[in-house]
């Protein structure tokens, strides 16, 4: 059996290096992945979840460039770590959007930037504030003054909309991978202890399938989520726990199939136990279906993931999810601010289309009867 399917796991490659839509979907999979790791590395603004406010440039166009102040709060490091890098900086410093200023006298007097053609009165910083912090008044000038470059505009409270929809990236593309991982684990387990066993077992097990499968998905998801609590963790468990039903389904008939090969048993009739001839024996045998039913679960839970933050109940506000950025924004489709909205829609609609492509030209890579 080992050589069968190494000949098959190399044959399936082949095919899938001569197809070019499978490597357009697969290259959009893995940019997805390294943007969801080191979204962060790629962001210009490094704080935690992107959520650094500046109302006073809210909904500013694609391209914006903005002199900008940082100031030193308390507790401020210098240089970034590991941790922020992965997770976010915790917010130690304050941004202001500057139209002039002058670093003089042991003190920093700038114009702050309140609006095009408007001018504010000039305020002063003595630069204790930053020499308590570690900062020298030459790395004031270098590090602390600079031109800051929207590269997508900014939202509704003036964040940095590039940042976010990197960010958003990570919930999206984690959401599915977590949620595929709990639906294989339940979905495998179930489904072959009833087909392996049938009987009683099997009975059993149907009958919850058949009852979950009746749930509408959506109803099912906001339910376990309003029982669990909103929140980051708890979507992507919730959206896990209701994509096995499928999973199980394959796996069953599967089973139900290899239960009498020849193989299966021998391993019965040398003694085995019946884990290592369901684990070791059986399962590796019928892991193309549910690679493939993965593949597209995957897509459908990027899409509930974005559907439960649409309505309220999935990634909650700070943190960004390309769900609750349509969210915020979709009323700017009509009022000239469309990529607000448009932007997120269309990577849902680019990751989510990958995926399927990618299950689709699988399933046919994987048919030994092509």
């Given at each position: 059996m080992i050589d069968k399917r190494t000949s098959l796991s190399q044959l399936t490659l082949k095919r899938l290096k001569k197809n070019p839509l499978a490597i357009a979907a697969v290259i959009i999979i893995f940019m997805a992945a390294f943007v969801s790791i080191f979204c962060y590395v790629l962001a210009t603004d490094k704080t935690e979840n992107a959520a650094l406010q500046q109302v006073v440039l809210k909904y500013k166009p694609i391209g914006y460039q903005q002199l900008t102040l940082k100031i030193p709060l308390t507790g401020y490091k210098k240089q970034l770590s590991i941790t922020d890098y992965l997770f976010g900086k915790r917010q130690d410093y304050e941004e202001i959007a500057i139209t002039d200023y002058d670093l003089s006298n042991h003190e920093l007097i700038y114009k702050p930037y309140i609006g095009d053609e408007l001018e504010a009165e000039e305020k002063i910083i003595d630069l204790s504030t930053f020499k308590d912090n570690g900062v020298s008044e030459p790395e004031i000038k270098s590090d602390f003054i600079y031109t800051k470059k929207y590269y997508l505009g900014t939202d509704s409270f003036g964040r940095d909309?590039?940042?976010r929809l990197l960010i958003g990236t990570r919930i999206s593309f984690f959401v599915g991978f977590i949620a595929v991982l709990i639906s294989l684990?339940?979905?495998?387990?179930?489904?072959?202890?009833?087909?392996?066993?049938?009987?009683?077992?099997?009975?059993?097990?149907?009958?919850?399938?058949?009852?979950?499968?009746?749930?509408?998905?959506?109803?099912?998801?906001?339910?376990?989520?309003?029982?669990?609590?909103?929140?980051?963790?708890?979507?992507?468990?919730?959206?896990?726990?209701?994509?096995?039903?499928?999973?199980?389904?394959?796996?069953?008939?599967?089973?139900?199939?290899?239960?009498?090969?020849?193989?299966?048993?021998?391993?019965?009739?040398?003694?085995?136990?019946?884990?290592?001839?369901?684990?070791?024996?059986?399962?590796?045998?019928?892991?193309?279906?549910?690679?493939?039913?993965?593949?597209?679960?995957?897509?459908?839970?990027?899409?509930?993931?974005?559907?439960?933050?649409?309505?309220?109940?999935?990634?909650?506000?700070?943190?960004?999810?390309?769900?609750?950025?349509?969210?915020?924004?979709?009323?700017?489709?009509?009022?000239?601010?469309?990529?607000l909205a448009i932007l997120p829609g269309l990577l849902i609609l680019i990751l989510v289309l990958a995926f399927n492509v990618f299950g689709n030209q699988l399933r046919d890579a994987m048919d030994i009867k092509n």
């Open positions: 909309f590039y940042s684990l339940v979905g495998i387990t179930i489904g072959a202890v009833g087909g392996y066993y049938r009987g009683h077992v099997d009975d059993i097990i149907m009958w919850l399938i058949n009852v979950v499968w009746s749930i509408p998905t959506l109803l099912l998801v906001m339910a376990i989520t309003l029982a669990i609590g909103k929140g980051f963790w708890q979507i992507f468990i919730a959206v896990g726990l209701t994509m096995w039903v499928e999973v199980a389904r394959v796996v069953r008939g599967q089973f139900l199939s290899y239960r009498e090969v020849e193989f299966v048993e021998a391993a019965k009739a040398l003694g085995m136990a019946d884990a290592r001839i369901i684990f070791r024996q059986i399962l590796p045998n019928i892991l193309a279906p549910v690679i493939v039913i993965s593949a597209a679960n995957f897509a459908a839970a990027i899409l509930i993931e974005s559907g439960l933050s649409f309505l309220g109940i999935g990634a909650q506000p700070p943190t960004p999810s390309w769900g609750n950025i349509i969210k915020e924004h979709y009323a700017h489709i009509i009022l000239g601010k469309q990529h």
